[in-house]
């Protein structure tokens, strides 16, 4: 009878072992964490979770990623840091903040690039041009994939002290940057004092006086309430900044290619969408910060011809750190793209 008994248990756990294996999906659902720097329903947090509900949707549920806004998970360095490791499967990650990781990752971050979005359009967003190309190469060199890119914005200054009508009105302001190369080059050159910090003790620094300004554009200075602490903002359009979808590659390495198909595909149609859609409120960012009781300063075409002939006189200061035939081939992209 016993052994009778153990050959009935052991054909019924056959014949369960063989259902779950044919249900692969119900047996085991592939859990993710995905983390931002970004405010609470900002512009990118909305699109990382239209990305998050996407992916659900197109994988019939078996892959679920869960969104972190907010430095919920530390700020973009520690974030990339986790994704190297494999410690955290996903980000929405700004490669400029991430020069700590590798000096490469800012290069996009070189002054005055483009000035307009139809030179944003033709440089950053060629999945053929020098900027992405290297970007891709340099992340995936610390185990990080990128999955597509998004816009934040063009970068302004604001500041507490005084109005930044032309490059000498940047002398002796304390301004925090990124940790920046390119950025902080640029303004060293203006003679500023600059201070390097991450993103999340930005707010407090501004509002305890540790430094006198920021550079960041009209929807991170709005979403993040940074505006609050300041009275001047000047938009230099000094830097142009994009970032990246990206994926720790012990996560990526153990999804399916169709799998991944799914999760390139939805990042480029997401972005697109995030792109088109931050332009349009870049605007309205710039009109609440005014309505806020914040000067608003557009410089005209002989002040930012000074803003630009300032910012591109770093260039070749930089060359040891991006490489003299990386700054080569980004030049011929901008001439060409100012011929258009």
Request: aromatic fraction near 10%; glycine fraction near 6%; avoid cysteine.
């Given at each position: 009878?016993?052994?009778?008994?153990?050959?009935?248990?052991?054909?019924?756990?056959?014949?369960?072992?063989?259902?779950?294996?044919?249900?692969?999906?119900?047996?085991?659902?592939?859990?993710?964490?995905?983390?931002?720097?970004?405010?609470?329903?900002?512009?990118?947090?909305?699109?990382?979770?239209?990305?998050?509900?996407?992916?659900?949707?197109?994988?019939?549920?078996?892959?679920?990623?869960?969104?972190?806004?907010?430095?919920?998970?530390?700020?973009?360095?520690?974030?990339?840091?986790?994704?190297?490791?494999?410690?955290?499967?996903?980000?929405?990650?700004?490669?400029?903040?991430?020069?700590?990781?590798?000096?490469?990752?800012?290069?996009?971050?070189?002054?005055?690039?483009?000035?307009?979005?139809?030179?944003?359009?033709?440089?950053?967003?060629?999945?053929?041009?020098?900027?992405?190309?290297?970007?891709?190469?340099?992340?995936?060199?610390?185990?990080?994939?990128?999955?597509?890119?998004?816009?934040?914005?063009?970068?302004?200054?604001?500041?507490?002290?005084?109005?930044?009508?032309?490059?000498?009105?940047?002398?002796?302001?304390?301004?925090?940057?990124?940790?920046?190369?390119?950025?902080?080059?640029?303004?060293?050159?203006?003679?500023?004092?600059?201070?390097?910090?991450?993103?999340?003790?930005?707010?407090?620094?501004?509002?305890?006086?540790?430094?006198?300004?920021?550079?960041?554009?009209?929807?991170?200075?709005?979403?993040?309430?940074?505006?609050?602490?300041?009275?001047?903002?000047?938009?230099?359009?000094?830097?142009?900044?994009?970032?990246?979808?990206?994926?720790?590659?012990?996560?990526?390495?153990?999804?399916?290619?169709?799998?991944?198909?799914?999760?390139?595909?939805?990042?480029?149609?997401?972005?697109?969408?995030?792109?088109?859609?931050?332009?349009?409120?870049?605007?309205?960012?710039?009109q609440k910060i005014e309505a806020s009781g914040i000067k608003v300063f557009r410089p005209d075409a002989q002040a930012m011809a000074e803003f630009e002939k300032l910012g591109q006189s770093v260039w070749d200061k930089l060359a040891p750190i991006y490489g003299e035939e990386r700054i080569a081939a980004l030049r011929e992209e901008v001439r060409k793209a100012r011929q258009q």
């Amino acid at each position: 009878m016993k052994r009778h008994f153990a050959i009935k248990f052991a054909a019924a756990a056959f014949v369960a072992s063989a259902m779950l294996g044919s249900f692969p999906a119900l047996a085991q659902q592939v859990k993710a964490r995905m983390g931002h720097v970004f405010a609470t329903n900002s512009p990118m947090d909305q699109a990382a979770k239209e990305f998050a509900k996407l992916i659900g949707e197109r994988s019939n549920g078996k892959i679920a990623i869960t969104v972190f806004p907010d430095s919920q998970l530390g700020g973009e360095q520690a974030q990339a840091r986790e994704l190297s490791r494999g410690s955290l499967e996903l980000a929405l990650l700004n490669p400029g903040s991430l020069a700590g990781l590798d000096p490469l990752l800012d290069i996009h971050y070189l002054p005055y690039i483009a000035s307009d979005f139809k030179a944003v359009d033709a440089i950053f967003y060629n999945p053929n041009g020098i900027l992405q190309k290297t970007l891709r190469e340099t992340l995936a060199k610390h185990k990080i994939q990128t999955l597509g890119f998004f816009e934040l914005e063009f970068r302004a200054v604001t500041n507490s002290k005084q109005p930044i009508k032309s490059p000498a009105d940047l002398t002796g302001l304390k301004l925090r940057v990124p940790g920046s190369a390119a950025i902080k080059s640029f303004f060293e050159a203006a003679g500023t004092q600059v201070v390097v910090m991450p993103f999340p003790e930005l707010f407090t620094a501004l509002q305890q006086q540790a430094v006198d300004g920021q550079d960041n554009g009209a929807s991170i200075t709005y979403e993040s309430r940074l505006f609050e602490t300041q009275k001047y903002m000047t938009t230099t359009q000094h830097v142009y900044a994009m970032g990246t979808v990206a994926s720790s590659s012990r996560f990526w390495d153990k999804l399916s290619d169709a799998d991944k198909k799914i999760f390139k595909d939805t990042a480029e149609e997401v972005m697109a969408r995030q792109i088109k859609n931050n332009r349009e409120l870049n605007g309205q960012f710039l009109q609440k910060i005014e309505a806020s009781g914040i000067k608003v300063f557009r410089p005209d075409a002989q002040a930012m011809a000074e803003f630009e002939k300032l910012g591109q006189s770093v260039w070749d200061k930089l060359a040891p750190i991006y490489g003299e035939e990386r700054i080569a081939a980004l030049r011929e992209e901008v001439r060409k793209a100012r011929q258009q």
